[in-house]
């Protein structure tokens, strides 16, 4: 049997309502008093992941159509509970799965950030991850009292300074700086912990942090760079970098060669990141007819679909004809990258925004459907080709899956040898490094 590139597993979803519209009775139909998302833990644990990753926003959306209305209908991007202080409660009935939450550079003030994810680090026993976004929202701005969002490249300059400012402030507890000697009386050695006196162009602090030093000194680093600023910013500081599918495995591995060739000019070990793809997968039960989505479903899928884009490039798609190639004039606010792609589908291929919001339209032509066994074949026979580093499979939406995900997929992983049958390590980033 031919040897397969072996590689991890992350789990994508939000602390939402995930399975709506299920049938009231579905696992999954509680979640705001985190009972789902122990369940969701347990049976990642289970099936050996390597985390589960939180996405997060901090808007009520109304980009479309200046109307909160679909949004809210569908359970798009609220409500949305705030993942970080879920972390602590799943990592209660669990002991290795790494659990990785979404916080914003652009609102977060840097000395609050660092403390409150060393805590989640102590909380977890060093399993905390943090998905490090600048956010894109206009809305999001105007909650925390700002006209408008700084444009993307000097969000991500100030993304720059906040990781090394808080980097240092976690540095600011050297290890061993707790003694609890009670011979000498002394609990903590004093000459192990430092001012930090940090003075940059956007923030300053003193520091040290009040909080002990954390299992794993700082959150796993993880991020999402598309753009050519954004990509600069993962391979200098993200120890797991999020990829989309986008070009299919040809763009997979462009992908992921470029973010390590970066990270090797930044004077940084390739292997010490691990870029693992967004996928969305369709398993079917042995013996099963594929789903037919209903017009209703149909509907439903377009709606979350365009207001996720609405908000996510800030851009008012209720103001296009959506039945025509996709406009060239439509600027956007927010990700540039994903709408330049959007065009080029409209220039070269004739696709209109409603054929690219239309369930079953994934730009990147990959096809991760079938039964547990195909999933599992067409997942290695994709990885093998690319070369690494692994999937972030999309939970959100999907959850009906697990069982045959858990119980048919992953199984079929390991028999073949691709993915881990047993953790070595227990902190998250001594999983991330078992290969
Ligand atoms: C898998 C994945 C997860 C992401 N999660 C979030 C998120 O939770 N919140 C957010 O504001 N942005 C999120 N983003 C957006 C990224 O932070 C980033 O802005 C995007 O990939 C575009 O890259 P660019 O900023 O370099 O243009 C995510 C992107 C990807 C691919």
Known sequence: MMAHTKFH???FTKFGATSWPGDGKEFGSQWADGSYHKELAKMLEAAKFDFILFEDSVIVGDRYGGSMELDLKNAT???????????????????HIGLIATASTTFYPPYLL??????????????????M????????????????????????????????????????WEEGALVANTDTGVYVDHTKVHTINFEGKHFRSRGPLNTLRSPQGYPVLCQAGASERGREFSSKNAEVV??????????????RED?????????????????????PVNILPEGEEPHEMTEAE?????????????????VDFSQYDLDVPVPQDIVAGGHTSALDHMKKLGREEGKSIRDLFSAGQGASGMDFSGTPQQVAEKMMAVMDEVGGDGFLIEGSGYNRQLPELVNGVIPALQKAGAVRTEYKGTTLREILREF
């Open 298 to 314: 149909k509907q439903a899928s377009f709606e979350h679909n365009i207001v996720m884009a609405s908000s996510s490039l800030d």
């Open 259 to 279: 973010i390590r060739n970066r990270a090797e000019k930044q004077g940084r070990n390739p292997d010490d990141i691990k870029v693992v793809f967004l996928t």
């Open 114 to 131: 660092a403390r409150l994810l060393s805590t989640v680090d102590s909380l977890t026993g060093g399993r905390a991850g943090w998905n």
């Open 9 to 11: 597993l992350g789990y």
């Open 77 to 95: 991007l609220s409500p949305k509970l705030d993942p970080i202080p879920l972390l602590p409660v799943m990592a209660q009935d669990t002991s």
């Open 242 to 255: 999020l990829g989309m599918m986008t070009g299919g495995v040809k763009g997979m591995k462009a992908y």
């Open 133 to 172: 976004v600048t956010s894109s929202e206009k809305n999001a701005a105007m909650n925390f009292g700002m006209d408008k969002l700084l444009p993307p490249t000097e969000r991500y300059d100030m993304a720059d300074e906040f990781v090394e400012l808080t980097k240092k402030l976690w540095d600011s």
